[in-house]
């Protein structure tokens, strides 16, 4: 082969690459945009909630939302809120299931549904009726939708995904800046002595309100924690 051959084949591979990189940036710029949400695919009644809610103002991308996560050095500010559930079945099955659960089984209860998902590192935004989701990654941000009191109470939580931990079985969640609450959600499965499995939902929260915090988030905090947990374990049956 001459050096001229080579160099042509050199240069043909350069201009395909760009050409890949022009196509597909443009479209995944666009897709982190918040005017590109599709109110087509949100199922909610009340739809302009998910497209104007508090975690969107003032911003243009998904990417410039962040998890609040906690403040070790200021941890006596923070309530604390533990649920367990035990499974009879093997961990391995149960971390599996938790893991690829699709979206309308997590979000098929009567307090929880889900406005829309946006994710990170895939630059795209997934809907209740995406056929292409893989189920919990990092740098997921879900943007759920939360019936309370029967429906007379309704609010617009955002949440990413920080941490997926396959050694130790974990998935950890944070609240996104800009809501009304901050911290820490993190689900954790341990094996059990009898081979069966243990599921801890441990919370680490505060809002501004005292009151709210110690009064009204962990009653139905509970209820919705509940809820998920049992969506995730009919996937088991």
């Not at 599921?199 to 924690?225: A, C, E, W």
Request: include cysteine.
């Amino acid at each position: 082969m001459n050096i001229e051959t080579l160099t042509e084949r050199i240069w043909k591979k350069f201009l395909s690459l760009l050409v890949i990189i022009l196509i597909f940036s443009p479209l995944s710029f666009a897709q982190s945009c918040i005017n590109t949400i599709d109110t087509d695919h949100i199922f909610q009644k009340r739809k302009k909630k998910f497209i104007k809610n508090k975690y969107l103002l003032n911003i243009n991308s998904f990417d410039e939302l962040n998890p609040t996560g906690i403040d070790d050095n200021d941890s006596l500010s923070y309530s604390y809120q533990y649920e367990t559930y035990y499974l009879k079945d093997d961990i391995n099955k149960v971390w599996k299931s938790y893991k690829n659960i699709s979206l309308p089984e997590i979000y098929s209860g009567h307090i929880v549904s889900l406005g829309f998902m946006y994710s990170k590192k895939k630059k795209k935004i997934f809907y209740i009726d995406s056929n292409n989701y893989e189920g919990m990654r990092e740098g997921q941000v879900f943007f759920i939708n939360l019936d309370l009191l029967g429906g007379l109470k309704r609010l617009v939580v955002a949440y990413e995904i920080t941490k997926v931990d396959d050694d130790n079985k974990t998935i950890q969640f944070c609240y996104i800046n800009n809501g009304v609450s901050e911290g820490t959600q993190r689900i954790i499965l341990s094996k059990t002595e009898d081979g069966h499995t243990k599921v801890q939902h441990n919370t680490i929260y505060r809002s501004q309100s005292k009151i709210r915090d110690k009064f009204l988030y962990p009653g139905f905090h509970k209820m919705i924690v509940k809820e998920l947990h049992k969506n995730l374990m009919i996937t088991l049956r």
